[in-house]
């Protein structure tokens, strides 16, 4: 698969560079996400609830996946 690469300018999509596509091929586009739209509080507890998780993880503080999905399950 290739991937293009282009910029809105005036309402239009412009492809930057050249394009080596039969004439007629018709392209899917989707919106490359940069990102996530976390404010640096959001992102600072994020990391601070991984850390957790792993340390918890490493002192084998776990439950099986099967218990965490019936749980997960249970919630709905």
Same mark, same amino acid.
């Given at each position: 698969m290739k991937t293009l690469r282009a910029v809105v300018r005036g309402g239009q999509l *412009? *492809?930057?560079g050249? *394009?080596?596509l039969p004439e007629g091929t018709e392209v899917e586009l989707t919106?490359?996400?940069p990102g996530d739209e976390l404010d640096e509080a959001e992102r600072a507890a994020l990391h601070l609830a991984l850390e957790e998780a792993w !340390?918890? !993880?490493r002192?084998?503080?776990l439950i099986p996946g099967e218990?965490?999905?019936k749980?997960?399950?249970d919630l709905e």
């Open positions: *412009v *492809v930057e050249p *394009v080596s919106v490359s996400d !340390a918890s !993880a002192k084998g503080e218990q965490l999905v749980e997960l399950r």
